[in-house]
């Protein structure tokens, strides 16, 4: 299938490395112009020059924290002085840090929501005007499966990963005449080195060894493994392409059919 995207621009954030870093790689090996980047300046060169090498695609870098309203805007000035205007937005982020309601205070809440939520409306007010000009575009939004169904001791995440859903499905709505196409996509249990952080502290806290705890929640997986981050940025890409001409406003999972609900 040729996803349309030979040419385009595309901006991929938090792509060192995990999901981001998987996406950019789908972006540029089907021909589109990459812009990457992330907080650790060093990490980023090194991930932007192994992508292009693996796909001869154009990748460019710019260190940024999505959190900070003035590195968001430096990256989107760079970008389009760089590649000219974004024409495929993937907007990704770390996720905040685990903790039950009653460990949070009002600093940790603000630090997520700065994270997590206004740094994707940001995003999109950086984006909008250029493709709702050239009427088309196309934005996926990172989230997680707690889109679905809550995970355990994630309060900050689940809270805030739902809130992205109300932004996209309203902007969505919004742009649809414009010809742009706003999807949400929720990964499940992929191999990155978040979820092996989350593993990790479960292990800590239960006294299990990582092993078990990732034994554990493959048993609760269909599909009997943890995904790759490889296998969640061909879902990305789709979404982020020509190829895409009909779905805009939705979610979905890359989740193994983890989540049970219908």
């Known amino acids: 299938m040729d ?8 901006l991929v954030t938090a792509a060192s490395k ?7 790689t789908q972006l540029a ?5 990459v812009m990457i980047s992330s907080r650790g300046a060093d990490q980023l060169a090194r991930t932007a020059q192994e992508i292009a090498d693996a796909t001869g695609a154009q990748v460019e870098h710019c260190p940024a924290d999505v959190s900070d ?5 430096r990256l989107l000035r ?13 907007n990704n982020a770390g996720g905040p840090p685990p903790g039950g309601f009653d460990a949070l205070d009002d600093a940790q809440w603000q630090q997520a929501f700065e994270l997590n939520l206004l740094s994707t409306v940001r995003l999109f007010r950086g984006v909008l005007p250029h493709m709702r000009e050239q009427r088309w575009g196309r934005i996926v939004t990172v989230a997680s499966s707690s889109i679905r169904q809550p995970i355990d001791n994630l309060t900050l995440s689940n809270t805030l990963r739902v809130g992205l859903l109300g932004l996209a499905k309203s902007v969505a709505l919004e742009v649809a005449s414009d010809g742009v196409l706003v999807n ?6 992929i191999a990155t ?3 092996a952080s989350l593993d990790a502290g479960r292990a800590e806290k239960t006294g299990l060894s990582v092993e078990e705890v990732r034994a554990q929640s493959e048993a609760g997986i269909p599909l009997g493994r943890y995904g790759t981050a490889e296998e969640f940025g061909k879902v990305a890409a789709f979404l982020a392409s020509g190829a895409n001409t009909y779905v805009t406003g939705q979610n979905f ?7 049970r609900a219908i």
């Open 3 to 10: 996803l349309e995207l030979t040419g385009r621009v595309a």
């Open 18 to 24: 995990g999901l981001g870093r998987a996406t950019a």
């Open 29 to 33: 090996a089907e021909g589109a112009r």
């Open 69 to 73: 309203a003035g590195d968001l805007d």
């Open 78 to 90: 760079e970008t389009r002085e760089r590649l000219g205007g974004v024409d495929v937005l993937v």
């Open 184 to 189: 949400t996509l929720g990964p499940g249990r």
């Open 193 to 195: 080195d978040r979820v």
């Open 253 to 259: 999972l890359v989740d193994g059919g983890m989540v």
